[in-house]
């Protein structure tokens, strides 16, 4: 099958031979598949991991062309959202609830195959039927979304708080969407002024440069990488007694001068984000099935994988409204 693979630095477009399929598993035929921020920064970068996959690509939808030994709800030929994470189920962490904290780590375009492929086997309980759909490509944001729900749960209580987004990329800005949906005052803080205004349609208000001191109840941080300026602003933004929750990736060894006194004065809590647990993955769909047109908006641009190079630049080049950037890999061409 054709796929995008990473290896040494290297981006290459490439046949791979398909694998057989485990048991309890599936082959999906790729449809949509979502360009992420985590992708973006490994593709960038010189090398992977010795356990991740060459193929990466976690957030898509795909038609059943295989269910092996499998039988449900779900018939060969169906749509499907596929939620990418793998529990073990037998670690601490998923004993308690808490499988986005798996031991293993394992997930599709991380440690299994991904989706900037052909095809992409993935366990048949990750399925779920979005046959029917008005908006298919939407569903591509059920990672993401997922991700945002999971932010606002470990965080925002009552509908009275006022919350702050620092960070207008797509994170970011589903993340604002979903508060602003929930009832909350939400504020964003981004520095991309089409993204920006994008978001403003939705009711979310932007910030000036400098947001209001002590001013918001949760502050979440959503950019990373390796600089301090975001999680000093949200430090000195939070209300006393608040909390501050980390979405955005850092750079593995980055250490972040924290000048601890700050948290202690005003009783801060600091919390990071990671991922999410299967309901909230279940949520994330139930909610787009809700705001299809809505959400589709979101994606702002579309590639076919064989444009995959071109996807990259602008994915970091972030020139004008830049969202999701999705890759049609069903309608592959060479």
Known sequence: MKAVTFNGGKIEQQEIELPSIPPLWTRVMTVNAGLCGSDVAKLTGTSLPSVHTQVLGHEFIGRVVDLGDNTGDIATGDLVAVMPLIACGRCYACRHHRENLCIEANAIGRTFNGAFAEYVDVP???????????????????????????????????????????????????????????????????????????????????????PPEDHFDVVYETV????????????RSVRWGGKIVVIGVFTPGYTYPLIA???????????????????????????????????????????????????????????GLTMKIVLETGGYSS
């Open 124 to 210: 048949f309980s990750n399925l779920i039927n979005i046959e029917g759909a008005t908006s298919p490509i939407s569903y591509v944001l059920a990672d993401p979304l997922a991700v945002c729900i999971h932010a606002k749960n470990l965080s925002a209580s009552s509908p009275d708080q006022t919350c702050l987004v620092i960070g207008d990329g797509a994170i970011g800005c589903l993340l604002a969407w979903s508060l602003q949906q929930c009832g909350f005052d939400t504020w964003i803080k981004g520095i991309h002024s089409d993204n920006l205004r994008f978001i403003e349609k939705f009711g979310v208000k932007t910030s000036p440069p400098e």
């Open 224 to 235: 990373g990488r390796a600089q301090e300026q975001t999680l000093c602003e949200s430090v």
């Open 261 to 319: 006194r700050n948290l202690f004065i005003k009783e801060v809590c600091l919390i990071g984000s990671n991922a999410y647990v299967p309901d909230e993955f279940k949520e994330a769909i139930g909610l787009i099935e809700a705001h299809q047109s809505v959400l589709s908006s979101f994606i702002s641009h579309r590639f076919p994988l064989s444009r995959f190079d071109e996807a990259l630049i602008v994915a970091r080049q972030k020139q």
